[in-house]
């Protein structure tokens, strides 16, 4: 049961442009929606991290945009970097469940130089 | 250095041979965890661990054993491997509580022939 649907599964963006990816969730219980990248030959490691009181946070040339009804959040790259090629996971907690993230199925994002 | 050690980093196994895999952090967290990571289903919870003793089945603990003896020690064991377990395999450990960053090992790729 994939309670946090991402996609889209590879992205090939050229240097400069934006990159987007997607996240849906479906239990509104949820009330922590990290972002992780993950580099070849190593573990995922926080990003930037959004609570649902806010419908937007940036953190240099990376924002989540968090749409509470929608049950949706997104990842943007501004100015896409060659160095952003990664794999990034979208994940969610709720507070009862403490530490426990729930994971989307991850991104595979190139940036053509 | 704060960190979460896992070895070994690559292992080669034959279904059935029981095999270990150790996980280690240094920054006295209470909360520790594995996944499992395959192509296009993200990172998948196998088990987690909430302090010494207290461990509790995650997504997908089938086939899966582990313990908490020490607090900084998590290890993964599989009694009888099967081709179906070739994964990429992450311990990861933080604070117990919500909304807060998960550090994650380098990670064990692991494949039963």
């Known amino acids: 049961q994939q309670q946090v649907k991402q996609s889209p599964q590879s992205l090939i963006v050229q240097k400069g442009g934006i990159s987007i990816i997607n996240c849906a969730y479906e239990?509104?219980?949820?009330?922590?929606f990290p972002w992780y990248q993950q580099f070849p030959g190593k573990g995922p490691a926080l990003l930037i991290a959004?609570?649902?009181?806010?419908s937007e946070k940036k953190e240099g040339r990376f924002t989540i945009s968090f749409n509470k009804s929608a049950k949706q959040f997104s990842l943007h790259i501004m100015d896409s970097q060659p160095g952003d090629s990664a794999t990034y996971f979208c994940a969610a907690s709720m507070e009862t469940s403490g530490s426990r993230l729930t994971f989307g199925e991850g991104t595979q994002l190139t940036v053509n130089p | 250095e704060a960190q979460v050690t896992q070895n070994p980093r690559y292992l080669i196994t034959v279904t059935g041979k029981k095999l270990t895999v150790t996980c280690s952090q240094n920054m006295n967290h209470e909360y520790m965890s594995w996944y499992r990571q395959d192509p296009g289903l993200g990172l998948r919870q196998i088990y987690y661990?909430?302090?010494?003793?207290?461990?509790d089945k995650g997504d997908v603990p089938e086939g899966y054993k582990v313990s908490r003896k020490e607090k900084r020690n998590f290890p993964l064991i599989l009694e009888s491997p099967s081709p179906n377990q070739t994964s990429l395999y992450f311990c990861?450990?933080?604070?117990?509580?919500?909304?807060?960053?998960?550090?994650f090992g380098p990670g064990t790729r692991l494949t039963v022939t």
């Open positions: 661990s909430m302090n010494v003793e207290v461990t």
């Open positions: 239990n509104t219980a949820f009330d922590y």
């Open positions: 959004i609570r649902p009181d806010v």
């Open positions: 990861a450990s933080s604070l117990l509580v919500g909304g807060v960053e998960q550090y």
